[in-house]
């Protein structure tokens, strides 16, 4: 039976995780099994050994550090012996709650805004672009003004691009719950293997105002929302 504490780590909101001196994982909560989609525990390990304390104990240091859609303001690293090291990383808390809403909303085709988009800032660009749309995705409502300001940011991002890849499908698995009903989401990705994305945070800053979800890797962004009919 697990020990209270036991329980507590392991629903805790945080990511934890406790790694051997060779940097094998051998322990992990379920928001830590979650953080593993966006980083790998390697680069995690890595974290730890960086803000690890000189001697055995604990050490806790204030952060600014981003996987995808989790920003984290601190962690805290400790090891007892030479065999393990624990990490615990802290998500940042704003009095901000971001949520999907239904207010000011347009009926629209989300290929349309995206035909428009990508015409009036690579039209000029030597990009070559591969298209894979689901073309059962219905019409949607969105803030269509600030969402074509997120995807105009986008698409600049990629105007020096050899190749970009643009999908657009349904998240399969996935629901998004607005005043207690159920709708499914709607994935957008861009993408270019060569690329190394620069300007992440202004990414979110859009994202927030057209009320719709990002998500920022190594040559890919990805834009979720609910298909809200």
């Given at each position: ?52 304390p000189k ?166 962004i990805i ?7």
């Amino acid at each position: 039976m697990q020990t209270l504490i036991e329980s507590f780590s392991e629903y805790d909101l945080n990511p934890f995780m406790i790694f051997s001196s060779e940097g094998k994982l051998l322990h992990y909560n379920q928001e830590g099994e979650y953080l593993f989609s966006f980083v790998s525990p390697k680069e995690l390990y890595e974290l730890a050994i960086n803000y690890a304390p000189k001697s055995f104990g604990m050490r806790s240091s204030h952060i600014n550090i981003r996987y995808d859609r989790y920003t984290f303001c601190a962690l805290l690293v400790g090891y007892e012996d030479d065999e393990r090291i624990a990490l615990r990383l802290y998500k940042e808390m704003t009095n901000i709650t971001h949520s999907f809403g239904k207010e000011n909303l347009t009926l629209t085709n989300i290929f349309s805004l995206l035909e428009l988009s990508k015409n009036s800032v690579l039209a000029n660009k030597s990009v070559l672009i591969s298209e894979l749309y689901d073309p059962t995705i219905p019409q949607m409502k969105l803030h269509v003004e600030k969402f074509l300001k997120l995807l105009n940011k986008i698409f600049v991002e990629y105007t020096d691009s050899r190749e970009i890849e643009i999908r657009v499908s349904l998240k399969i698995g996935k629901n998004i719950l607005i005043e207690g009903k159920s709708y499914p989401v709607c994935n957008i990705s861009i993408s270019d293997r060569e690329s190394r994305l620069k300007n992440g945070d202004i990414f979110h800053t859009l994202a927030r105002e057209a009320n719709v979800l990002v998500i920022v890797k190594k040559g890919k962004i990805i834009v979720e929302f609910p298909i809200i009919a």
